[in-house]
T-cell receptor
Framework: DTEVTQTPKHLVMGMTNKKSLKCEQH?????MYWYKQKAKKPPELMFV???????INESVPSRFSPECPNSSLLNLHLHALQPEDSALYLC????????????????FGPGTRLTVL | QKEVEQNSGPLSVPEGAIASLNCTYS??????FFWYRQYSGKSPELIMF????GDKEDGRFTAQLNKASQYVSLLIRDSQPSDSATYLC????????????????FGTGTRLLVSP
């Protein structure tokens, strides 16, 4: 079972709205990731949680706020976004293989297509 | 700056042919290499991974790794129109303290078109 789920599939929001993206996995993976992907570009890492602790923040603007309530859930809270934040937001997870970060395999969810008006 | 380079394509092959996708990387310390397939408007799907020099086969897919040349490739045998997608090469970025997770560096992807 390599399923990562994300909700909602599509989201349209205004620049003053507050919304949240949700990601869930039940594979026992202890690392979860948020990526942003613009059209015809590769995924761009935003945040990594490992064992429910924020391990990487790739200098993401504070209008994006991640949260990891437990080992299966990952949220991304959105506030005061800009139109240029419109993109496909991808969640991924990986199992700790005890390899010091060299052999983990990341599995992506279906993504949330975000449009900021 | 860690880099992963791919030809953006499109790479056009006829149905039934072998498609060869290539990727080079800059970080000699990288130890794991991944190929993701991404259909238009969908999320990336992991199709192959390789850790050691040589070939690794899975069905119609073969991943090839040459660490000395910092080169990884994906061969797709008996290409089908359903293989038409963008193929992303990803390489782990080696950082001290990265335990239990990894950071991937992605190439820009190669678009493959398989014509019937």
């Amino acid at each position: 079972d390599t399923e990562v789920t994300q909700t909602p599939k599509h989201l349209v929001m205004g620049m003053t709205n507050k919304k949240s993206l949700k990601c869930e996995q039940h594979m026992g993976h202890r690392a979860m990731y948020w990526y942003k992907q613009k059209a015809k570009k590769p995924p761009e890492l935003m945040f990594v949680y490992s064992y429910e602790k924020l391990s990487i923040n790739e200098s993401v603007p504070s209008r994006f706020s991640p949260e990891c309530p437990n080992s299966s859930l990952l949220n991304l809270h959105l506030h005061a976004l800009q139109p240029e934040d419109s993109a496909l937001y991808l969640c991924a997870s990986s199992q700790d293989r005890g390899s010091g970060g060299t052999k983990e395999r990341q599995f992506f969810g279906p993504g949330t297509r975000l449009t900021v008006l | 700056q860690k880099e992963v380079e791919q030809n953006s394509g499109p790479l056009s092959v006829p149905e039934g042919a072998i498609a060869s996708l290539n990727c080079t990387y800059s970080d000699r310390g990288s130890q794991s290499f991944f190929w993701y397939r991404q259909y238009s408007g969908k999320s990336p799907e992991l199709i192959m991974f390789i850790y050691s020099n040589g070939d690794k086969e899975d069905g119609r897919f073969t991943a090839q790794l040459n660490k000395a040349s910092q080169y990884v490739s994906l061969l797709i045998r008996d290409s089908q129109p359903s293989d038409s997608a963008t193929y992303l090469c990803a390489v782990n970025e080696v950082r001290p303290g990265h335990t239990g997770f990894q950071k991937l560096v992605f190439g820009t992807g190669t678009r493959l078109l398989v014509s019937p």
